[in-house]
C-alpha cells in the first residue's frame, strides 16, 4: 500500500458543514485524510471578507484545500493566488454542484457543457500559482450518460494541465431535482469512474459518492487512486478514526472518543473565552457518540438552546452525566420474570 498519493482518502467539501470548526474537529479523527473548505465563490472571495473565507488553523488543519466555485480565468487566477498566499495546500475547481443558485452563476456542474471555458480556467489557475489545480465534477449532466461525454470533458482539461480529477460518479441533472435529490436519485455508476483510471493512467482519479464504510473505501481503492467520503464522514465521523492507520499506514491520532471530546471541548472553551458562539462549532460533532449507549441524551444536551448561553464545559458537564445515566441504568439488573 502506497502512503504517499495526498488525495488518497480526502472529506468532501460540504457547503454549510465544512467550515473551520468542522475541520478542526475533524482533525482530531485523522491527521492524514485531506480536507476541503466549503465551495467559495471567487466574486465572494475577491470582492468580500477574505479573512471570514480564507482564515484557517494552519497549525492544525493541513493537508487542505480551497474549493472555488466560478468560471471567469482571471477571476479564478486570483483567487488561485489568494490561497496559495494563505497556505492551502491546493485550489479546487467546483463542476460538480447541481443548484440552480450556482447555475445561475454560470458555474458548478453546468460547466461541464463548456469543458473549453474551463480548460481556460484551470490554465490561468495553473499559471498564477505553483499549489496543485484540482477539479471536481460529475459523469456527467441531465440525460447524457455515455462514457464518451466525461471521457472527453477530462481528455480536455488534463490537456489544460489538470492531473487530479475528483469525480462524483452520478449525472448532475440540472433541471428538476434539488440538490439532495440530485445526490441521491441519478444512478451511481462506479465503472464509468475506474474507466476513466484505466484510459488515463498517468492522471490522479479519485471516486466520490455514495462510499459507506471502510471495506468499501478499499475495494474503490483496487481500482482508483483515491476516494473522497462526503455525508458519511459528518454524519458518522468516529468512522474516521481507523483511516491514518488503514490506509496511510501512519498512526491514528485517537484512542478513545473520550479524548477526542476532551479535545474538542478544549477547543470550544477558547471560542467561547474569545467570545465567540461556541454552538456553530459544536454542531459538527454532534455525531461523535453515534452508536453508543447514551449517544441520543448525550447529543439532545449539547442541542439544548436553553444551554447555550453557559460555558462549554458546563453544558459538557451535563451532557456526560445524561449520558452516564442512560448507562447506568442499563446496567442495573432487571428482575428475573416470575
Known sequence: ????????????????????????????????????????????????????????????????????????????????????????????????????????????????????????????????????????????????????????????????????????????WLQGLSPKENREIPPLRYELVHQLKREFPRLIIVLNGGVKDDDEIEEQLRHVDGVMVGRQAYHEPWQMVDWDRRFFGQPDPADSREQVEALWLDYLSRLHAEGRAWPQAMRHALGLWNGQAGSRRWRQVWSDHKLKGLAPAEVAAIATRARSEVLEQLAEPRPLAA
Open 1 to 172: 500500500m502506497s502512503s504517499h498519493n495526498p488525495w488518497r482518502l480526502s472529506v468532501a467539501p460540504m457547503l454549510d458543514w465544512t467550515d473551520r470548526h468542522c475541520r478542526f474537529f475533524h482533525r482530531l479523527l485523522t491527521r492524514q485524510t485531506r480536507l476541503y473548505t466549503e465551495m467559495v465563490t471567487t466574486g465572494a472571495l475577491l470582492h468580500g471578507d477574505k479573512p471570514r473565507h480564507l482564515d484557517f488553523n494552519r497549525g492544525h488543519e493541513h493537508p487542505v484545500a480551497l474549493q472555488l466555485g466560478g468560471s471567469e480565468p482571471a477571476d479564478l487566477a486570483a483567487s488561485a493566488k489568494l490561497a496559495e498566499q494563505w497556505g492551502y495546500d491546493e485550489v479546487n475547481l467546483n463542476c460538480g454542484c447541481p443548484s440552480e443558485r450556482v447555475q445561475r452563476g454560470a458555474f458548478g456542474a453546468c460547466l461541464m457543457a463548456e469543458p473549453e471555458l474551463v480548460a481556460d480556467g484551470i490554465k490561468a489557475m495553473r499559471d498564477a500559482v505553483s499549489i496543485p489545480v484540482t477539479i471536481k465534477h460529475r459523469i456527467g449532466i441531465d440525460r447524457i450518460e455515455s462514457y464518451d461525454f466525461v471521457r472527453d470533458f477530462v481528455g480536455r482539461i488534463a490537456e489544460a494541465g489538470c492531473e487530479v480529477f475528483i469525480v462524483h460518479a452520478r449525472n448532475a
